[in-house]
């Protein structure tokens, strides 16, 4: 069983040996010019490898608005059921403060007698960051179901539960993707989208 060691791992010891290096010798003396460059060169190397890291972290952002706001509608929309055996017919009636535009979606709802369905609508496929970079925009709906008492129930007065799921849009659209399913006691994301965990 080997040891294994990363090329950022590596980059960073040879750069602390390097200062460490630097620092003994010249405490008196001060830096040269070639230890100056050395220095420059190392700090660029350590930007390269840590550029591409920031970059995608800020993609992750971006979807990561519309993910949070579906999982918070879903929330809001079981605790109304759950107080007044129905479901919130608008986002103001959610009460979460969620306005219904933002500069990357469009959130929305729709409810039935049996289930209520939360949408994060992209505004736009890509949105323009840093240095010519595009990031994705991605869709989002979420469901909230009804599960009805079960027949061999002992207590003629439970009461329905809920469950939740959240789906994502397989592909970028702009448009509003399928319903989630509940059949037969199996949820299940609709066409063109997959369920996130």
Known sequence: MGLSITRR???????????????????HQGFTA??????????????????????????????????QYIGAMNRSQQANFLEYRNFASSIKDLRLGIKTQTPNYNYSTRVTDKAAYNYAIARRKYVSGELFERRTVKTYVGAVFVVPTPKNSQNSQDEPSTI????????????RPADPIYQNGVMSCGDGTSSLP
């Open 164 to 175: 939740a799921i959240i789906c994502q849009a397989n592909s970028l659209t702009t448009s």
């Open 34 to 67: 070639w230890d100056f460059l050395l220095l420059i060169f190392m700090v660029g190397i350590l930007g390269a490898i840590a550029f591409p890291s920031l970059i995608s972290s800020k993609t992750t952002l971006v979807s990561a608005e519309g993910k």
């Open 9 to 27: 791992q590596k980059t960073l010891f040879m750069t602390n040996r390097f200062l460490s290096h630097l620092l003994q010798k010249n405490a």
